[in-house]
């Protein structure tokens, strides 16, 4: 007989795959047959009839469970109220919908069926177990909620995690519903299944089915509980041999880990010149000069890439860089905080990097400084995130990497925060209060315009009203039972402070780790960054854990980290992919090919160019990755903009509104074309008369030795015998170097390879 071959369902004998069955009863038992069988109770409405719906996605929002219904019913979203949706079932539409004279007759049984017209289409069959459990249940009086009915307080799918070789191509899934009363009942063909990725399909009876070789996660629900399944299918690899590459640090041991099951050997290392390159945009933002690469490459110290790192960590660039991606992240744009704002927040966040200031003192003094706007720098954090609940969001997706704006109107779908739970953070955060001396809006059209400074500080105001209730929410910590007790005079947000930044806190350090990861690797361990929950795992837990700990160990130290995570082997790998992990998208087995980002991209090309851009409002020197906000000169003013603005903008430069990793595009698009081939901020750099090109056309260099200057500088190694010939070519097709050299430059800083890490 097949495994899980059939399933009881409610005393009814389902089908499950092909094969076939045999049943036999213990020594002594019973003979199957109704004769012996006791009635069986009414189907229970919470435990019984309300997966059904669900079962069906007709409580989802796209159909009944929508805020306005679909066809004048509605259901509570995904059975959030099942006492509203019992009577919206049973009193509503003059009580047609459960019919308890004709059961048959119940629209809810025939618009599903499609006996009769639904526009949902149909949902099951007659005579299905879910048409038989309504009907049962509509026979038997179509009781409701009952107090004492059992409440489910876990959910249980196995395998939690599997490996399945071709040829190999399906895994039947089973799902144990655990209730409070001690009973363990097999939900597997009432639960609901939705793939991560469209790599698997999965049937109605949790039936795992491969449409293409890789690893997914499966999320199944079943009522107000959630688990996930991860699940990977690979080709078969029947000569697959280990490499077993040398170990850097625990990094690579926990990489190595997760890839070896899966028959998955890592890339070899990048040569020097790409590891290089890499390491200076990662860490400073910046490619290497091209003396710098050339002395790297030269160099035959074994240790010369650990010291290359320890270096670049000890650069002003590297707290102009990572200033950068927090100033993103802090909402560190003018028209809330308006210019003068902008820089002292910008200032502010920069010198805490230089000094090595602790990630979780940096956040301490987001969270609790009171005071100017001006004077006090880190008060600006507060002024980009006006109310109660912005706050509470902004803090939740910055420091501990939860998404709480579906729970501001209903329970979240795919984690455990409760509507109630949301209102109860917010209020956290609800004694924050501001003046405004003399501050003024300057655009009467713009809510979120303001000039001016302003003063933060802790009001008296303690309350936000659930949405729910209607009434005052109570201050509690997100997902923790260690909220102390507030008094109207308590410091919540110092409290908070030494909550959240507490070591015993792992999600904090688990968040900055992976933010961190994420950087570096060009892809976060949890993604999307902001979205930690149990289902959504991280791809390597183990690894997240490991890291987390390193940082608190290290005492939050940034610099440490990053130190850690570029000299493992897994950061040094090359993006090249061998035969075993060119579907690899997961696990790290080798680099991730990214675009540069527009700051990296525009201060490359001047790096190369020896001309700096220009931004409206700067004076001329200044780099991209130096701009403390977004516009200086808003764009509508008279020279609002200037060429390097332009630039910014259309490679995806975030406007920083949200305050998510998210809000900056990296994606390649055909406005970056036009930009990149006729675009008035590189032509106006490569024709400048004082830039590196005219010096070099106008000096005794040799063809040769510009050729190989140029490659240097940009892609960090030499070119090639063909691309040094063609080059040389070209130059000596003209008397004037100059216009060809212009040419020659804007070709390599159109490349794929200058324009993406490696």
């Not at 680099?591 to 990296?600: D, Y």
């Amino acid at each position: 007989m097949l495994d899980n071959a059939a399933q009881v369902i409610r005393q009814i004998l389902l089908a499950c795959a092909a094969g076939l069955l045999s049943l036999a009863s213990p020594p002594g038992g019973s003979s199957l047959g109704a004769g012996s069988a006791t009635a069986a109770p009414p189907p229970d409405f919470l435990t019984e009839v309300m997966p059904v719906f669900a079962k069906g996605g007709c409580n989802m929002g796209a159909c009944h469970g929508n805020l306005n219904g679909k066809g004048g019913f509605k259901l509570s979203l995904r059975g959030e109220d099942p006492q509203t949706d019992y009577l919206r079932l049973t009193r509503e539409f003059a009580g047609r919908r459960v019919n308890r004279l004709q059961p048959k007759a119940s629209l809810i049984l025939l618009k599903p069926t499609s006996q009769v017209s639904h526009q949902g289409g149909k949902r099951f069959a007659v005579d299905s177990p879910a048409w038989r459990l309504l009907a049962d249940w509509i026979a038997a009086g179509a009781p409701g909620p009952q107090a004492d009915s059992p409440q489910l307080v876990r959910l249980v799918a196995t395998p939690a995690e599997t490996i399945q070789f071709a040829p190999h191509d399906h895994l039947q899934l089973h799902v144990t519903a655990h209730f409070d009363n001690g009973e363990q009942r097999d939900v597997t063909s009432q639960a609901v299944y939705d793939p991560a990725e469209m790599r698997v399909a999965v049937s109605e009876t949790g039936l795992v089915q491969r449409q293409d070789f890789g690893e997914t996660t499966v999320l199944v629900r079943f009522l107000d509980q959630h688990a996930a399944v991860r699940v990977a299918f690979m080709s078969a690899r029947p000569d697959f041999v280990w490499s077993d590459p040398p170990v850097a640090n625990l990094i690579d041991r926990l990489v190595d880990a997760r890839i070896r099951p899966l028959k998955i050997n890592p890339s070899s290392l990048a040569d020097d010149g790409t590891f290089l390159r890499r390491a200076f945009l990662d860490a400073i933002g910046l490619p290497p000069t091209a003396a710098e690469a050339r002395a790297f490459v030269a160099d035959a110290n074994p240790n010369k890439r650990s010291q290359v790192i320890d270096a670049l960590l000890l650069r002003p660039e590297f707290a102009d860089h990572w200033a950068l991606k927090w100033a993103d992240l802090l909402k560190n744009e003018e028209r809330v905080l308006d210019t003068r704002g902008v820089e002292a927040f910008h200032s502010w966040i920069r010198d805490s990097i230089d000094q090595g200031k602790p990630v979780d003192q940096f956040t301490r003094e987001l969270l609790t400084t009171q005071g100017s706007t001006y004077e006090r720098p880190a008060t600006n954090f507060w002024r980009a995130n006006r109310d109660p609940l912005t706050r509470g969001e902004t803090v939740a997706r910055l420091f501990l990497g939860s998404r709480l704006l579906c729970a501001k109107c209903h329970n979240h779908p795919f984690e455990h925060w409760k509507q109630d739970e949301y209102y109860d953070w917010a209020t956290v955060f609800s004694q924050i209060d501001y003046l405004l001396p003399g501050n003024q809006r300057t655009d009467k059209r713009d809510k979120n315009e303001f000039i001016g400074e302003q003063f933060v500080y802790r009001s008296g105001l303690t309350e936000t009203t659930s949405a729910r209730t209607g009434e005052p929410a109570q201050a509690k910590f997100l997902g923790s039972d260690e909220t102390p007790s507030f008094g109207i005079e308590d410091d919540r947000l110092l409290a908070l402070a030494d909550w959240l930044t507490s070591p015993q806190n792992k999600q904090f350090a688990r968040t900055q780790a992976n933010l961190v990861w994420y950087h570096l690797l060009g892809r976060g361990l949890v993604e999307p960054l902001d979205d930690f929950r149990e289902t959504n795992p991280p791809a390597n837990p183990e690894l997240l854990d490991a890291l987390a700990e390193e940082f608190i160990r290290q005492e939050f130290d940034l610099r440490s980290l990053v130190r850690m995570i570029m000299n493992s082997r897994t950061y040094q790998l090359s993006s090249e992919p061998n035969e075993t992990n060119a579907g690899d998208t997961h696990h790290f087995s080798h680099a991730t090919v990214r675009r540069l980002t527009a700051e990296q991209l525009l201060d490359a090309q001047s790096s190369v160019l020896g001309a700096a851009a220009e931004f409206a409002g700067y004076e001329s020197g200044i780099r991209a990755g130096q701009l403390p906000g977004v516009y200086r000169v808003q764009p509508r003013e008279v020279d609002g903009q200037k060429p390097g603005d332009r630039f910014l903008r259309v490679f995806g430069k975030p406007a920083r509104q949200l305050g998510c990793e998210c809000e900056r595009s990296n994606e390649t698009t055909l406005s970056q074309t036009f930009a990149l081939i006729s675009g008035d901020s590189l032509h106006q750099r490569l024709t400048s008369e004082e830039n590196r090109l005219a010096e070099w056309a106008s000096s005794e260099r040799t063809n040769a030795t510009i050729i190989d200057e140029l490659f240097w500088s940009a892609l960090s190694r030499p070119p090639t015998a063909s691309e040094q010939a063609a080059c040389a070519a070209a130059l000596e097709m003209g008397e004037d170097r100059l216009p060809v050299l212009q040419d020659l430059a804007w070709a390599v800083m159109n490349s794929k390879e200058f324009l993406f890490r490696h």
